[in-house]
């Protein structure tokens, strides 16, 4: 009879031991899996741009005025920065040729909703993603770059073409080409 007592005292002790150990190696096994969760860039469906283009892009504005004409269309390709099935970044590229005036060779493809969520901002997202964009379209491209982001996209190699224009109700833009 004691000695049922003394083992089940035993067993729940080391349960107890067992808890606490998991516990405390618990903790640190999440914080180093939320740390190094990998980021997968990735072509993607139209509806899977929308959210972060409607945050990033249209705060404040209805949900379908982050839905652009075009993003259905058959050639019409998404990239997203994906963090375990969460999308924290994205870009889109649609076939529409640049507007006139433009120098010959007028490009084919317009690069739209370029956007990263602003807490995964400055870890390299932007630029991964539009080198995606790059590598696949291969062929050149232009965009209306917001003015204070031109100097992100002059980076990976666009050239600002013409004079700042306002696009109402966002602000200034500029024309920005790529030719790879
Ligand atoms: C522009 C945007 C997509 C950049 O995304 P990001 O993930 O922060 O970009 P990255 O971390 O890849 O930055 C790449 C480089 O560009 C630089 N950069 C980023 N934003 C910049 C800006 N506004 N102006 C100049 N350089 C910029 C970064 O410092 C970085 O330089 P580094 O390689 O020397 O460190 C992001 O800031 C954003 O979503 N902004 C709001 C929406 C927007 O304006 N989109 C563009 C519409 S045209």
Redesign the pocket.
Known sequence: MLANLVARLVQLALDLATAVIRGLLGAPVKAVEHAVQPILFRSAKPHEVIDVRHA??REGRPRETAIFDGDDAGDTRHWVADRSGLVI?VVSVMRRPAPEPCDAPRPQWQLRG???LPE?????????LLRQTQLDVAEPMW????E?????YA?EGWVATGEPFDIPPIGNHVRMVWRG
């Not at 204070?148 to 992100?152: D, N, T």
């Open positions: 990033v892009l970044g370029m956007a990263t995964y901002r400055g870890q390299g997202l932007g630029a991964a965009c209306n770059a917001r204070r982001v031109v100097g992100f980076r």
